[in-house]
């Protein structure tokens, strides 16, 4: 089992950036992949990103795509999203996730291990 710690949340202004971190204790396999998801309150938890541990195969979901970058440190066993341009409906909590590797657009459900979520909020 992967124990996820996120960090890097808090509040932003429109059209600002800001860089969440997904600390990974135990081993990452370059089978795996990490992937990024946000919950806004009242809604279901939506799909943000993912990539494969090995650098290959990223996603994006369309409402984040050109905006936020998924990349990942393998010596500190570290992931991040880098989100640019932020906007009022990106407010959210964001998790991260680890899974086995899937060849395709992954769901919630290809995801075994969750960090606890980091609040990021952008004020308009």
């Known amino acids: 089992q992967v124990q996820l710690v996120e960090s890097g949340g808090g509040l932003v202004q429109v059209g600002g950036s800001m860089r969440l971190s997904c600390a990974a204790s135990?081993?990452?396999?370059?089978?795996?992949?990490m992937g990024w998801f946000r919950q806004a309150p009242g809604k279901e938890r939506e799909f943000v990103g993912s990539?494969?541990?090995?650098?290959?195969?990223?996603y994006y979901s369309e409402s984040v795509e050109g905006r936020f970058t998924i990349s990942r440190d393998t010596a500190k066993n570290t992931a991040y999203l880098q989100m640019d341009s932020l906007k009022p409906e990106d407010t959210a909590v964001y998790y991260c996730?680890?899974?086995?590797?899937?060849?395709?657009?992954?769901?919630?459900?290809?995801?075994?291990?969750w960090g606890q979520g980091t609040q990021v909020t952008v004020s308009s």
């Open positions: 996730a680890v899974g086995t590797a899937v060849y395709r657009r992954p769901t919630v459900a290809d995801f075994g291990s």
């Open positions: 135990g081993r990452t396999f370059s089978s795996s992949m």
């Open positions: 990539m494969r541990w090995s650098g290959s195969g990223t």
